[in-house]
Each structure stands twice: as structure tokens, then as C-alpha cells.
């Protein structure tokens, strides 16, 4: 019963925390911040991990994980209650402190904010309180111990169901009152920029069935960063710093970077966490202004190597002067596939760089740009055991065939990526035999993956097939397996089929 109590108190508390948190406008609540803040401590040694737990699906259960351990703690501060309210008060205070440190450590982060989780460490306290003066009122009422019992429980259910009640109107009216999404995604789509729809050129997309589209639709391109709630940026807010190692400081609005003028780049983006085979990978259509074109306004003095790249939210990544500036269409992107960056892909504004893992190119809701060098800084995921460089390796993947097929005839078939070198050939062979060349897409450009396929006559039985990739430079991809730490995976990619 004490457990009970101390659970809808937390529970009453959290929705304070909403409401609060909901008026104050900031990007996250508590309970975000704290799983936000779980991200960051984790160290390099799960750090691979921790990429995939903000990947996709891990982000809600990482959430509700920080959910069931405050209300664990909450089952157990309750349980402290009879024998010490204070040790219990202290209980509450301590998950509020919590609270008030991942809130406030969070880049961009506001003092007003530590009010939200203040304020439903009160609560929490203040019911636990009411809770059980009820309950004890109704026990020490006069007449036999059965109808006392029955009181309390009477008792105790109705106040339980209020605070429960309570608790989800509050909530709900904070949630209500955290709109500031809503206000991002109508300044996302009163936007009208200059970009158009993408059209597949012709010949890069082969249609083959259970391969991925050559464009990769935004709503399925894959999604990783450490926010678990983007940041949420309207456009007549952002604006870019430029400095460090450079002639002139810029700090460019949003309305002065589309004034320099988009232009277009199939790219693919890949990331470096992605395992042979994997799926964090896409390719689309960006628009966005020639970062070569910034730095050079700026002017890079004598001496610099390094981009250190931040985005609103505090994330940091570390590129190569030299790749941005060669040449290559490396963005300051503020559209995809036609329409505005969807919030969750980095809006209003992101870099994107053939030929680079995202990690260290493809920062979203990026604001500020120090022009330094390699020597001087570690960014946010080589402090966390990865490589500060990282040239994307030459890789392909089978889409086609999986399981079981009939003998005959049978399509064998998948992509190919090498960004900025470009793929020259992708063979395939049946059981270790020997290679054989698989028919290549056209492509528009050596920065997006090629589509491939190979007519295979499938004998029964059951088979591995491989493929290999080969770059424009007629450098293979490595045979050997290695991790995705510390700078991508390597290997063949293999499926296994069944044919009878
Ligand atoms: N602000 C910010 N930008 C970021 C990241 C991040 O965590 N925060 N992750 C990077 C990584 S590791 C990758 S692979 C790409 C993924 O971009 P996408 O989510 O648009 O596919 O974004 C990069 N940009
Ligand atoms: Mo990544």
C-alpha cells in the first residue's frame, strides 16, 4: 500500500513536471533530459551501442526505461514513508535534483527550466502527504476492524483515483501547452523555397522487387542522433556563426543563405554504425548552398584543417577543410527531395558531404562553424572511441534473394556505395564459386549508391550467395570482417537461401 502511494505520487508528480516544462517552452522535459543526459554518459566502450539506442525504436524505450526506474523509486520512497516522512521528502528532492541537472546540462538549456522537475518534486512530497493523512484518518476511525479496513480502502481508492485523474489532466494540459513542435512544423510548411520534387534519372532505378527504391523517400530514410526530442529551430531564429581561423567572422540569417543561391546533389548519407548488410543508409536529392562558398567569404587562414561543425543542441563533429573544399557538392542543405528538411533530418538547416560517414560531416540543426584544426579538439563521438576521421568504405548489400524459392530462374540483386570514388563493378558468387559480374544502373554522379543485378539459374539446395563491390579507383572492398568501431564495418555481405 505505502509502495502504491509513493507510485501515484511520483506519477502526480511527473505530470507537474509536464505542465511546467509544457509552459516554459524549453525542448525538453525531465524525464527527456535524463535520458538524454543517460546518452551522454555513456562511455566509449558501449558507445556503439549507444548509437544504436538513439537509432529508432530504442529512443522510446529509453524513455520508457527512465519512466520505470523513477517510478520504482517512487514504490520505494513510499515505502520509507511510515518510518521516516523526512528520509522519504529527501528521496523526492534527490529524483528532483536529478532532474534539475540533466535539465540544465543540456546545451541550449534555459535556469528557468530546473523549475519543472522543483515543482514535481513538491508535489510528488505534497501528495505522498495528503495520501496517507487520508488513509490514516480513515484507520483511526471508531468501530470494528473490518469496517475500518473497508473505510481505508474506500478511502484510499477514491483519493487514489483523483490524483490518477488529476495527474492526466494536468498532463494532457501540458502536453497541450508544449506546442512549440506544432509552431516548427507550420513554420516548416508555410516555407516556400525554390527546389523542386526530385525526378529519378533516367536508368538508375532497375525496379527490381525487394530492392531498395534508388530515392530514398524522407518519411523511410534512416534517422540517427542523440536527441531524443529534435531541436526545434523556426528559421527566423536560426542563424550560423562563422569564426575561429578566419579573415572575416559571418553570422549568416536564414534569409541571407537561401540569398546565395541552392543548388542540387544526389548524395548518398550513410552512417558509420551501419553493420554489412545494414539499412542506415539512403540517397536522395538535397538543395542547399556550396560550404565552399561560406568558407571562402569567411576566408580560412593559413594553417587550418578542421571544420568543427555544432548543432543547436550541442552535438559536435570534426570535418575536413580539404573534402569541403574540393570541389565536391558538400551542402549547407536546407531542403530534401524537394520539401524543407523534416524536423527530425536536421531542419532548417544541415551539412551533407559525399564521400564522409555522417558522424563527421552531416550535422542537423547546425548553428555554429569554427574554422581550427584536427590538433585542437575532440568532437562529440571521438571522445567517444571513434575514428575523427571518416572516409566512407566501399560496401554493397543483397536485398535479394532471402529463404525459400523455387529452382530457375532467380533474380540476385541489391546496392552499391563508394560516395565520391564512385562504383565500378559489383560481382557476385554462388557457394564460394567463382565471381561473375552483376549487370550496374546508371548513376548521375560517383556520390550515390548504384543499384545492381545478376540473373542467377538456382539449383536446388540451400546456397550462400556474396557480392563485392569494386570502386572507380578498381580497389575492392576488404574481404576482411571488422566492426563498425572505430571506423566502419568491413566485409562481404552474404545471403542464404533455400531452393527446392
Ligand atoms: N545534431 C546532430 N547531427 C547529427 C547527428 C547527431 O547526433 N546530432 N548524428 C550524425 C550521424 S551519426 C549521422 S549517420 C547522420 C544521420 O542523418 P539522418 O538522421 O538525417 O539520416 O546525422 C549526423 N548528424
Ligand atoms: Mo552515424
Redesign the pocket.
Known amino acids: 500500500m505505502n509502495k502504491v502511494v509513493g507510485v501515484l505520487a511520483t506519477i502526480a508528480g511527473l505530470a507537474v513536471a509536464e505542465v511546467v516544462a509544457g509552459f516554459l517552452g524549453g525542448r525538453a522535459g525531465p524525464v527527456l533530459a535524463v535520458g538524454e543526459w543517460v546518452i551522454e554518459l555513456t562511455p566509449g566502450s558501449v558507445a556503439e551501442r549507444a548509437?544504436g539506442v538513439?537509432g529508432r525504436a530504442d529512443k522510446p524505450l529509453l524513455v520508457v526505461g527512465v519512466l520505470v526506474v523513477l517510478l520504482a523509486a517512487g514504490a520505494g520512497i513510499g515505502a520509507l514513508w511510515p518510518r521516516s516522512p523526512a528520509l522519504a521528502g529527501a528521496g523526492f528532492a534527490v529524483l528532483a535534483a536529478v532532474g534539475v541537472v540533466a535539465l540544465l546540462t543540456r546545451p541550449g538549456s534555459r535556469p528557468v527550466q530546473a523549475l519543472a522537475p522543483v515543482a514535481a518534486g513538491a508535489t510528488a512530497v505534497l501528495v505522498l502527504r495528503l495520501l496517507h493523512r487520508a488513509s490514516a484518518a480513515a484507520t483511526s476511525l471508531p468501530g470494528s476492524a473490518v469496517d475500518a479496513a473497508g473505510l481505508d480502502r474506500r478511502t484510499f481508492l477514491r483519493d487514489a483515483g483523483l490524483v490518477l485523474v488529476g495527474s492526466a489532466v494536468v498532463g494532457g494540459f501540458g502536453r497541450w501547452a508544449g506546442r512549440a513542435r506544432g509552431l516548427v512544423e507550420s513554420a516548416r510548411s508555410g516555407l516556400s523555397l525554390p527546389v523542386r520534387r526530385a525526378v529519378v534519372p533516367a536508368g538508375a532505378d532497375l525496379g527490381v522487387d525487394g530492392v531498395a527504391p534508388w530515392l530514398t523517400p524522407a518519411k523511410v530514410?534512416?534517422?540517427?542522433?542523440?536527441?531524443l526530442s529534435p531541436p526545434l529551430v523556426e528559421p527566423d531564429d536560426w542563424s550560423l556563426r562563422i569564426h575561429g581561423m578566419v579573415d572575416h567572422e559571418i553570422t549568416l540569417t536564414y534569409e541571407e543563405l537561401l540569398g546565395r543561391g541552392l543548388v542540387d546533389a544526389w548524395v548518398t548519407?550513410?552512417?558509420?554504425?551501419n553493420p554489412v548488410g545494414g539499412e542506415?543508409v539512403?540517397n536522395t536529392r538535397w538543395s542547399g548552398v556550396p560550404i565552399k562558398d561560406l568558407l571562402d567569404e569567411a576566408g580560412v587562414r593559413h594553417g587550418a584543417d578542421a571544420l568543427l561543425s555544432r548543432?543547436h543542441?550541442g552535438?559536435t563533429?570534426g570535418t575536413p577543410l580539404s573534402v569541403l573544399t574540393d570541389g565536391r557538392d558538400a551542402l549547407l542543405a536546407v531542403a530534401m527531395d524537394g520539401e524543407p528538411l523534416p524536423v527530425?533530418?536536421?531542419f532548417p538547416v544541415?551539412q551533407v558531404v559525399p564521400g564522409l560517414?555522417?558522424?563527421v560531416s552531416?550535422?542537423?540543426?547546425v548553428v555554429d562553424w569554427e574554422v581550427t584544426r584536427f590538433a585542437d579538439f575532440s568532437a562529440?563521438?571521438t571522445e567517444r572511441g571513434w575514428s575523427p576521421r571518416g572516409p566512407v568504405k566501399t560496401q554493397c548489400r543483397i536485398d535479394v534473394p532471402y529463404g525459400d524459392h523455387p529452382a530457375g530462374p532467380l533474380t540476385v540483386a541489391g546496392v552499391a556505395w563508394a560516395q565520391h570514388r564512385g562504383i565500378e563493378a559489383v560481382e557476385v558468387r554462388v557457394d564460394e564459386g567463382p565471381w561473375q559480374r552483376a549487370r550496374l544502373a546508371a548513376v548521375p554522379n560517383p556520390d550515390t549508391w548504384v543499384q545492381w543485378e545478376w540473373e542467377w539459374d538456382a539449383t536446388r539446395g540451400d546456397h550462400v550467395i556474396d557480392a563485392r563491390a569494386t570502386d572507380a579507383a578498381g580497389e575492392p572492398q576488404t574481404k576482411e570482417r571488422a566492426d563498425v568501431v572505430p571506423d566502419g564495418a568491413t566485409g562481404y555481405p552474404r545471403a542464404q537461401v533455400h531452393i527446392g
Do not use: N, P, Q
Not at 530514410?221 to 536527441?227: E, L, Q, S, V, W
Not at 552531416?362 to 540543426?365: E, G, L, P, Y
Open positions: 548509437i538513439v530514410f534512416y534517422r540517427i542522433d542523440t536527441a548519407l550513410c552512417c558509420v554504425s542506415l539512403g548543432s543542441d552535438w563533429c527530425d533530418h536536421g544541415r560517414y555522417g558522424y552531416a550535422t542537423k540543426w562529440y563521438w
